[in-house]
Every structure is written in structure tokens, then in C-alpha cells.
């Protein structure tokens, strides 16, 4: 359970108090958002998403969607007008208690839903290690037959070659059966 006193809460709210606010009280947001308003959402259904600071995403929720690759925040609907969400924007960040309070009350669910698909996107990120029996780039992109022969002639345990050119990556492989790249000789 986050506490107000957490020090991710009070320099969240310290960082939000010190937004501007318009002739109504409320605060500002981007001028991209249809509202105007910081953390409101307009439309037919008038929305707050309060987008949280990387040290909070722990908190986000799923219905909050995402920014690239990273969670956004918190968003809860059901208000009935962008004054009233607005308004509750307000409330929530009216003292690092209520502040708390509204972020332990998310769902927290986004590493649930999107974990997944999270992963396989740090996955794609990642640098592609070949295969030793990958046809483009693997052992015989590199090296030759006689390559081949000389670690068949050094580890007579042929099963466990053929198996670990089989599953092991290009690196792997080459650090196991202490090869050179012939081109760097």
C-alpha cells in the first residue's frame, strides 16, 4: 500500500501543485488535448488519465493504454462532464493523502494485460543471435568444411556436436568449441 509520505507521492504532488491553473482554478494542460484541462478528457464520455511518473507505472492500469513502449498511468471514467472530472483532478491532487489514496485505488492490472506483449516487444529490441545452423549467418556463413572437420577431429563425441550445432547460437557454439573466425587469423 503506497503511502502519502512515500517520497514518489510527495514529489509527484509537488510537481503538480506547481502547474499553472486557468480563471476557473483548474489545472492546465497540453494544448493538444481537446479539454485544455491537465489529466482531462472531453468527449462523449469525460474522462481524467493521470499520466504517472516512471517511479508510479507500477500503479498504471490497463485502461490507460500506453506510450510507446511504457504504461501510461491511471484512467477512470464515468464523469459527467469535463467540469467534473475536472474538478476531481483538483481533489486528488489537493493533498499527497488523496493523492495516495487515488493511486492505490488502480487497478494496477497493466503489466497483466500488456506483460506479454511488452516482452516480446523488448524481445524484437534485442539483437538478433544467430543460430550455429542458421543458413544465412550461422557456422557456414563463417567458416569452411575444414573448419567443420578440424572440431569433428578434436571432440570425438559426434551425438553432442551434431546436438549443439543443432540448438546452440553461433556465439555459443564458437566459444564451446573454441573456434576462430578463419577471416581474423
Known amino acids: 500500500m503506497l503511502q502519502s509520505t512515500d517520497p514518489r507521492v510527495v514529489g509527484f504532488y509537488n510537481f503538480i501543485k506547481d502547474k499553472p491553473k486557468n480563471t476557473d482554478g483548474y489545472f492546465i494542460g497540453s494544448s493538444q488535448n481537446q479539454t ?11 474522462m481524467i488519465q493521470v499520466w504517472l511518473p516512471i517511479e508510479l507505472i507500477d500503479y498504471a492500469n490497463a485502461a490507460a493504454g500506453t506510450s510507446g513502449d511504457r504504461p501510461v498511468g491511471i484512467r477512470v471514467t464515468g464523469y459527467s462532464s469535463v467540469d467534473a472530472a475536472a474538478k476531481e483532478i483538483l481533489r486528488i491532487f489537493d493533498t499527497p493523502e488523496n493523492l495516495a489514496a487515488f493511486i492505490n485505488r488502480s487497478e494496477c ?77
Open 109 to 185: 492490472d497493466y503489466h497483466q494485460v500488456y506483460g506479454a506483449r511488452l516482452q516480446q516487444k523488448l524481445a524484437r529490441l534485442q539483437p538478433k543471435r544467430e543460430m550455429a545452423n542458421s543458413p544465412e549467418g550461422g557456422f557456414w556463413s563463417k567458416y569452411s568444411k575444414d573448419d567443420m572437420a578440424r572440431v569433428k577431429a578434436s571432440f570425438k563425441d559426434h551425438k553432442a556436436l551434431i546436438n549443439d550445432f543443432q540448438t546452440m547460437t553461433l556465439e555459443d557454439f564458437e566459444e564451446k568449441y573454441q573456434l576462430v573466425d578463419t577471416e581474423t587469423v
Open 36 to 46: 485544455g484541462l491537465l489529466y482531462v478528457m472531453g468527449g462523449d464520455n469525460p
